[in-house]
């Protein structure tokens, strides 16, 4: 097996590397902030299965008291997803202010500049208008999401591509560039079974050589590696398979899903707070956390995030 000096010969890898030892021990959580969503997207793993079962707390007093537990065991970063985060603005900047912190939203309603001008704020989108009617109940999901972080410092766009939508790539990607935000790609799953173009079971081939081609294209604008992109995408390391025997997170086999290209999410939930503990759905969450982190330390790799 490859010793660490053999993976941190790709360039990305090692900046990161570097980033994160000199921000020093990590200890994140992932916090669900909401059970509630103004989409219903097609596939959402959060919906899929079941998660918004655990309501978010009601009472300030448990919010706040969730805070303080988390700070006393050491917690210093916090990724906020949901539901909806932007639903739920006072708590977002309760995080904040105690936290390094990263959200990701569907980017319908703007998550406020001032009070949180060092957020990382990673928008959602799966394709172009026509995906968003399709998988996401409405054709103007993307453009509302361009028009409120129009050269955002603290945006990038987190992309994820159905096997069967690769042509879309190039479009889509111009139009995150040229609104001023960065990209960072995910790989759709079919939890819904609608089959066809979305089905995992088509393989990744044509939505990998398209992002790659972006990659190349757009130097320092893509979050991602060709490398990177292929582990993900084909459960290949080197000359080895991995799955959810050597990565909880990033898993293709887990047990509980057998067959399933993705894995299920298995949290700890907490007065309705929920902090996932082992895999996650479609690969990507893990480098979204990690890029939001070195987005969030000053001076990182990411210039203007
Ligand atoms: S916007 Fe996000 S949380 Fe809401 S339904 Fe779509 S994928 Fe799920």
């Not at 990305?12 to 909401?34: C, Q």
């Not at 001008?117 to 968003?132: A, K, M, Q, R």
């Not at 993307?142 to 879309?168: I, S």
């Amino acid at each position: 097996m490859p010793n660490l000096s053999a993976y941190l010969k790709d360039p990305l890898l090692r900046r990161m590397w570097n980033d994160i030892r000199e921000a020093g021990p990590l200890r994140s959580i992932s916090v669900d902030l909401t059970h509630l969503c103004n989409l219903r997207c097609a596939g959402c793993y959060y919906f899929e299965e079941g998660m918004d079962a655990y309501k978010s707390p009601a009472g300030e007093m448990v919010f706040d008291g969730f805070i303080e537990r988390e700070k006393a065991r050491g917690t210093n970063f916090v990724t906020i997803v949901g539901g909806e985060p932007s639903l739920e603005i006072p708590r977002i900047k309760k995080i904040y202010d105690h936290f390094r912190a990263s959200v990701a939203t569907n980017g319908i309603r703007k998550i406020p500049y001032e009070g949180l001008e060092n957020l990382p704020i990673g928008i959602s989108v799966w394709g172009d208008c026509d995906t968003d009617q399709a998988l996401r109940g409405g054709k103007d999901i993307f453009e509302k999401g361009l028009n409120n972080y129009r050269d955002d410092p603290r945006a990038f766009w987190y992309y994820t591509v159905a096997p069967g939508h690769a042509h879309e790539v190039e479009r889509v990607v111009a139009r995150c560039l040229e609104n001023g935000n960065p990209v960072l790609f995910n790989y759709y799953s079919d939890l819904a079974h609608l089959g066809g173009a979305l089905d995992y079971r088509n393989g990744f081939g044509p939505v990998r050589q398209a992002i790659d081609r972006m990659i190349e294209r757009y130097p320092g604008r893509i979050f991602m590696t060709p490398y990177f992109n292929r582990v993900i995408s084909t459960g290949q390391l080197f000359d080895e398979r991995w799955g959810y025997d050597v990565c909880t997170n990033l898993s293709t086999d887990c047990p509980k899903m057998p067959g399933a290209w993705k894995a299920v999410n298995h949290s700890t939930r907490i007065s309705g707070l929920t902090m996932p503990i082992l895999c996650i759905p479609a690969a990507v969450v893990p480098a979204f956390s990690a890029i939001a982190l070195l987005a969030s330390i000053p001076g990182s790799i990411f210039p203007g995030l």
